[in-house]
């Protein structure tokens, strides 16, 4: 994982204050993690790789809401659909089995594939914020989107159809 957080290509799109980290660094944080009650964080695995990582972050309760992300560092992974299937999975774990009402994602504009996929995902624009990140060396905005339980179930049953 260290070495896909300190890849420029891997960590284009989100968020580099992360770099450069080391080993320990990465042991202390996700120690950290382990303690938040505000975060839920996952492994992402194909196989038996490890390819990457998923959470919920910024979760409010009682409102049941929070922030969906997906890292997948193993280049290998991408555009294979790997990243879809675990938006599915988190967000069937999120309004499922902890009864969230929200989840949130957001995604600097220059990020079309997953911009695409969370829209793919049900996922609605509710806003843009301005001036939220750089990508190759460029201020860009940040696409805001949100998906609640009512139109995730709704999904479900339209694909059944």
Not at 96 to 102: P, V
Not at 135 to 155: K, M, Q, Y
Request: aromatic share 12%; hydrophobic share 40%; charged share 25%.
């Amino acid at each position: 994982m260290v070495e896909w957080l300190n890849d420029p290509e891997v960590m284009r799109f989100l968020n580099t204050r992360w770099q450069p980290t080391t080993f320990e660094t990465e042991v202390n944080r996700l120690r950290d993690l382990q303690q938040c009650e505000d975060q839920i964080l996952w492994h992402v695995e194909v196989g038996q790789s490890f390819v990457g990582a998923t959470w919920i972050n910024e979760i409010k309760r009682p409102e049941m809401t929070g922030v969906f992300g997906v890292m997948l560092g193993d280049k290998g992974v991408w555009r294979t659909g790997v990243s879809t299937a675990v938006g599915n999975a988190v967000a069937s774990y999120a309004f499922r089995e902890e009864g969230f009402s929200y989840l949130y994602t957001n995604i600097l504009e220059p990020n079309l594939a997953s911009k695409k996929r969370a829209l793919r995902a049900g996922f609605k624009e509710y806003g843009v914020k301005p001036s939220a990140g750089i990508v190759d060396g460029r201020i860009c905005d940040e696409w805001l989107g949100a998906l609640s339980r009512e139109e995730w179930l709704a999904t479900l049953e339209d694909r059944r159809r």
